[in-house]
């Protein structure tokens, strides 16, 4: 009899007894001002290989980090995994001790709007299958990835997990969040390998609220469509050429750069963007960019960040004009606007996006809409995924320079490129962008159409 | 400047499938410390005293029916000091235990992690790796187990290395020397910072075959960090520096040839052109050099590659698979390199491992599991970020031996091609293809250094690739990085001579 790691096996925080414990230690050491942000998480995942069950994890975490605000005003910070009274203590005297280091320049105060009404989010807590549920399913899929294709000889990175977590915040103001999630991930990436030819390899990821809701099919049918279409690849001459990004690989490659949206690199200095950069025009008319942390599709989506700050749809580009940076607390106070929720919890507080949303311009639109990727008879590059984006890209210079997958199309007819690099400027980039294409794709990190890019530098392998 | 070489795509895979999640655990999950060193003795130590407890756990699971218990226990404290411009802007301490159990059965694992070192957490998660291999604790069966043996505590003088490590203040005060010497040599500087990293880790190792240690690690960093800006002209370059096992190595930094060092090459940069791509020769220099080999070779000698079957190596063992010139070795041995280690985070003491000699195939990197499944020969390269993964084969101090050269020579052998003097991060795929960025390059025009170039990434087949090494200066020298792949983020050094790649894919505009 197999025993599973069910989602009413997952931990829980006792926010109240968390909110005493604290009370009652930040009374003793006379701290008057403090907040908490509070995690844990069960999940389990299973791996196969070649139809045997290979590796399967569980886990069980959970932590804590402790900000105080010390006599002088001054802000400290500790993290544990120990949620023991004892553990919590030592993270508050901890926290005590760092804020004799805390910069007089930048004190963070509790956000404005840790108390305001949260977003509702229909995000309904999803069952868990179970390991056993879970290893047969892999099977099965890995079985029907194999079968697509007699060169797909291996899926050699698979993977089924899901997981409960849930998170607190709370602070000495009577500010009280808390929001608990299921997930479920499915990847399948497949290895392909015909005689006298290098190995290719395609895969494809779903996300789901439960390991029920996955789009296996879906996910399978990707896998096996991306691997089989670059068996038949051919080196590409280096030059200039017409690119059009697939929604993913044009939203990492937007990712990377959202320190051009991040009001804490602008004040840092790192960004491309200025204080001033806000209403000058740094992209084609018909682009615009919001970040929406509560779209419907977003699995993982909170209704409150790191402050407790509520989650909100976010315009950054409208019509190509720089509308809004991203920010925290402390930076909004600094740029005299409200707080956005997107920070995390910090002595330093750090600023993210949540969940990109790239359109076309309502009542704009490009003067190449024929460019369309699945019609186009134009020669171009079609760009399916971008890797190595931790070492190509300088994100405080603008450049870019990264390898790809993806097909040289000419007159309709696709080739797999067999190993290339493409490289530029984001800022030529999004003034250089030809179309973007009606359709809105919804992928794991955001939505966005194809957009189309015109001369952009490829360097193909001799 | 990142040192991350992140191998392997799988790494990209997990952390994208648990992308949102990630995102919302990062905000809260952050590392270690506490600044009182001394709070930290107070906690309890992970030694022999343990003895029993795990015995129980091993004996229950190996009860139960499983070939194999291992249990891993962590005790980690962790700080991170930034400075930016002349003020300290981030403090960041975090300390916290937990435990990784895994249970063998035939080829198949079951591993739980968890946070709950009670008795009933590690019997709970115990149960839990058990159940997902069809396991059941049995309270009257008999267990062959026949307990541990005595300790073997690989941490006995390395008691003392937190308190010994630099105090919060004086660290800081680092810092921000640190920051004005760039301050003091730098032009156009519009980012200085300075970051310091120290990683406190002790671990106790037990498994049912007998193995029994503990060990402390230290690893601590420091990095410069600057961003020039001259109208529209931008260079950012950054350094960092690591040793493992020195409390000291942060009072001994040589501060001002390290901000000199990033001037110089922020000012040289600063204007420089974008490389013109193509398919050329290459010299790439020592130290960071070493990427080249790490990405292109030595992730795909790892069992666990072997194992997916995604390394083009894995039948080539005694066989020529590089250039003569290369002699490549993998070891934990070196004394204060990043890499090393006293024994590997399953409780192997480390070694030194010949991986290619003369261009030939000797042996793979391998762990626990990849003996079990792949018949190669464990080296001591068990490695984890922490007790939330699973050990895999791992590099450690990755590097290509010296040669007969002159680094002159390898340049002057050039009639037109580049020079990487520093690069960046890099990674490889499941195909072998591999990739990495060249951050400070330079011409090289009938046989001389030319002017500096900018943009570069290179890209090729690992199999390729390695027969073009074709020369290795006598300038062997490491450097410290992190790499991230299945089990994690861990501390490794690369290194290298200057070496001469006959011909590149060099990706530019």
């Known amino acids: 009899m197999m025993s599973e790691i069910k989602a009413a096996n997952a931990i829980e925080l006792d926010t109240h007894s968390l909110r005493d414990k604290l009370s009652q230690l930040a009374s003793r050491e006379s701290i008057h001002q403090w907040d908490l942000g509070a995690a844990c998480s069960t999940d389990s995942s299973v791996q196969i290989d070649r139809g045997e069950a290979k590796q399967m994890k569980g886990a069980q975490r959970s932590s804590i980090t402790v900000r105080v605000w010390n006599n002088k005003g001054l802000v400290g910070i500790t993290s544990t995994s120990d949620l023991s009274e004892k553990g919590i203590e030592k993270a508050l005297i901890g926290a005590r001790q760092a804020s004799d280091f805390g910069n007089a320049d930048d004190v963070p105060a509790f956000s404005t709007l840790a108390k305001s009404p949260l977003p509702k989010l229909e995000r309904p807590l999803r069952p868990a299958q179970g390991i056993q549920r879970m290893l047969e399913v892999l099977k099965e899929a890995e079985a029907d990835l194999l079968s697509r294709h007699p060169a797909i000889q291996s899926i050699p990175y698979n993977g089924l997990g899901e997981a409960t977590y849930e998170r607190v915040y709370l602070n000495s103001d009577g500010a009280l969040r808390q929001m608990k999630r299921s997930q479920a991930s499915l990847y399948l990436f497949a290895r392909a390998e015909e005689s006298g030819r290098k190995p290719r390899s395609g895969g494809a990821i779903r996300l789901a609220l439960g390991s029920h809701d996955l789009d296996i099919d879906g996910c399978i049918d990707e896998a096996a469509e991306r691997t089989i279409s670059h068996l038949d690849y051919q080196p590409i001459d280096t030059g200039c050429y017409l690119v059009c990004f697939t929604p993913e690989a044009f939203l990492d490659l937007i990712g990377a750069f959202s320190s051009m949206f991040n009001a804490r690199a602008v004040l840092d200095g790192v960004s491309l963007s200025q204080r001033e950069t806000i209403g000058k025009n740094i992209a084609v008319p018909f682009f615009s960019l919001h970040d929406n942390g509560l779209h419907p599709a977003h699995v993982g989506a909170s209704s409150f960040d790191g402050e407790g700050t509520p989650t909100q749809k976010l315009c950054l580009i409208n019509g190509g004009r720089l509308e809004s940076f991203l920010h925290s607390e402390a930076t909004a106070r600094a740029f005299g606007v409200t707080p956005t929720g997107h920070a995390g919890l910090g002595a330093k507080v750090s600023v993210g996006p949540d969940w990109f949303e790239v359109s076309n311009t309502e009542g704009q639109s490009s003067a190449n809409t024929h460019l369309q990727h699945s019609r186009s008879k134009e020669t171009f590059v079609l760009i399916e995924g971008l890797n190595a984006l931790h070492a190509g890209v300088k994100a405080s210079q603008g450049s870019f320079s990264l390898p790809f997958n993806g097909w040289l199309v000419i007159k309709g007819e696709r080739v797999s490129i067999e190993a290339a690099t493409v490289a530029g400027d984001i800022r030529t980039l999004l003034n250089s962008i030809v179309n973007m294409e009606a359709e809105q794709v919804i992928t794991p990190g955001g939505v966005s159409p194809h957009v189309w890019v015109e001369g952009l530098s490829i360097t193909g392998e001799a | ?509």
């Open chain 2, 1 to 509: 400047m990142r040192f991350a070489w992140i191998g392997a795509v799988h790494l990209h895979i997990y952390a994208y499938s648990l992308h949102n999640q990630r995102k919302l655990q990062e905000k809260w999950l952050v590392s270690t410390y506490t600044p009182d060193q001394s709070l930290v003795h107070k906690a309890e130590a992970l030694n022999s005293h343990w003895q029993p407890q795990l015995e129980l756990l091993l004996a229950r699971g190996r009860t139960a029916g499983a070939d194999l218990v291992e249990v891993y226990l962590e005790q980690i404290d962790h700080l991170s000091v930034l400075a930016e411009q002349d003020t300290i802007t981030s403090v960041t301490p975090s300390f916290g235990r937990g435990a990784g159990i895994r249970v063998f059965l035939g080829k198949q694992d079951g591993f739980v992690s968890t946070n709950d070192l009670s008795d009933a957490g590690l019997k709970h998660a115990l149960e839990q790796a058990l159940s997902m291999l069809g396991l059941e604790v049995n309270e009257a069966g008999r267990s062959s187990f026949n307990g541990l043996p005595n300790l073997r505590d690989f941490a006995i003088d390395k008691a003392h290395w937190l308190n010994q490590c630099p105090e919060l203040y004086e660290a800081s005060d680092r810092l921000l020397n640190g920051t004005q010497l760039l301050d003091q040599y730098g032009t156009h500087l519009q980012v200085r910072r300075g970051s310091y990293a120290r990683d406190w880790q002790e671990v106790l190792v037990a498994a049912s075959d007998g193995t029994f240690g503990r060990d402390i690690r230290l690893h601590q960093s420091i990095g410069l960090n600057v961003l020039a800006t001259d109208g529209e002209h931008r260079s950012s370059i950054g350094r960092r520096y690591g040793t493992s096992g020195r409390p000291d190595d942060l009072r001994k930094w040589d501060a001002e040839t390290s901000a000199k060092e990033v001037c110089e090459s922020a000012g040289t940069m600063l204007y420089a052109d974008y490389v013109d791509a193509g398919q050329m020769p290459a010299v790439l220099a020592n130290r960071f050099g070493g990427v080249i080999f790490h990405e292109a070779c030595g992730h795909l000698l790892e069992t666990t590659q072997i194992e997916r079957g995604t390394t083009p190596f894995s039948d080539k063992l005694n066989q020529s698979i590089a250039h003569e010139a290369v002699t490549a070795i993998d070891e934990g041995i070196t004394d204060g390199a990043f890499g090393s280690l006293s024994m590997d985070d399953e409780g192997m003491e480390s070694q030194r491992t010949v991986l290619i000699k003369n261009g030939v195939l000797k042996q793979f990197i391998s762990d626990r599991a990849g003996e079990l499944r792949t018949g190669h020969q464990r080296t001591g390269s068990g490695r984890r970020q922490s007790h939330t993964f699973a050990a895999a084969s791992r590099m450690r101090n990755t590097y290509i031996a010296a040669g007969q050269h002159s680094p002159e020579q390898l340049i002057a052998s050039i009639d037109r091609g580049l020079y990487c003097k520093s690069m960046g991060g890099g990674s490889v795929g499941p195909t072998g293809q591999f990739n990495f960025a060249v951050e400070e390059g330079y011409l090289i025009e009938k046989g001389k250094l030319g002017k500096p170039v900018k943009g570069a990434t290179l890209i090729g087949e690992a199999k390729d690739v390695m027969p073009r090494i074709s020369m290795c200066a006598k300038d062997l020298e490491l450097a410290a990085g992190f790499c991230g792949s299945i089990s994690g983020n861990i501390f490794v050094t690369v290194g290298q001579p200057h070496i001469k790649v006959d011909s590149i894919t060099v990706g530019g505009r």
